[in-house]
T-cell receptor, first 114, second 113 residues
Framework: DVKVTQSSRYLVKRTGEKVFLECVQD?????MFWYRQDPGLGLRLIYF???????EKGDIPEGYSVSREKKERFSLILESASTNQTSMYLC?????????????FGPGTRLTVT | DQQVKQNSPSLSVQEGRISILNCDYT??????FLWYKKYPAEGPTFLIS?????DKNEDGRFTVFLNKSAKHLSLHIVPSQPGDSAVYFC????????????FGTGTRLQVTL
């Protein structure tokens, strides 16, 4: 059973703070992803990584950075949090091999920036 | 530019009836499509997928239909159950380029008693 865990379910931060969101998967997946989910906008891809130390920008990377030092861990960093980054953040992982693109998601982190 | 669109934000269906959720896409390079289900305060979970070489895929109560010429897919749930009440996201991938998915905006399904 694939398990994707996220470090916090709920987080409240102040404007200007540096925020770290951590994601860990236990299935040895090559690919990892960070999304944000907002009402009426669906899931939007922020960054993804297809290997250790590799990263690619998604559709909305502005204001975010990522780090992947180990295969199982993918971190999302908000360098200086702003109120428009209040959102649900979802991490996912998938296997590169086999042509199957199913992604497995963590439970999400509800981030509020005040 | 929304490449995957779910034009119905919500849908209400009676228990036992058929639920039909629709999804349209604009990128002709998409060749693999998935449906995810999401309950509040949980991450999305994979439901069913279809490759562009097929026009139908069935898994129990769930069937996905793909019409490539219309760039349209639909998810049918028969019979609908109260536990199916959730937000459903359609997603698409261009398998030739990357493993990333492009998601639609979601449809909230409510199955009433």
């Amino acid at each position: 059973d694939v398990k994707v865990t996220q470090s916090s379910r709920y987080l409240v931060k102040r404007t200007g703070e540096k925020v770290f969101l951590e994601c860990v998967q236990d299935m040895d997946h090559e690919n990892m992803f960070w999304y944000r989910q907002d009402p009426g906008l669906g899931l939007r891809l922020i960054y993804f990584s297809y290997d250790v130390k590799m990263k690619e920008k998604g559709d909305i990377p502005e204001g975010y950075s990522v780090s992947r030092e180990k295969k199982e861990r993918f971190s999302l960093i908000l360098e200086s949090a702003s109120t428009n980054q209040t959102s649900m953040y979802l991490c996912a992982s998938s296997n590169k091999a086999g042509g199957v693109y199913e992604q497995y998601f963590g439970p999400g982190t509800r981030l509020t920036v005040t | 530019d929304q490449q995957v669109k779910q034009n119905s934000p919500s849908l209400s269906v009676q228990e036992g009836r058929i639920s039909i959720l629709n999804c349209d896409y604009t990128n002709s390079m998409f060749d693999y499509f998935l449906w995810y289900k999401k309950y509040p305060a949980e991450g999305p979970t994979f439901l069913i997928s279809i490759s562009s070489i097929k026009d139908k895929n069935e898994d129990g109560r769930f069937t996905v239909f793909l019409n490539k010429s219309a760039k349209h897919l639909s998810l049918h749930i028969v019979p609908s159950q109260p536990g199916d009440s959730a937000v459903y996201f359609c997603a698409a991938s261009d398998t030739g380029t990357a493993s990333k998915l492009t998601f639609g905006t979601g449809t909230r399904l409510q199955v009433t008693l």
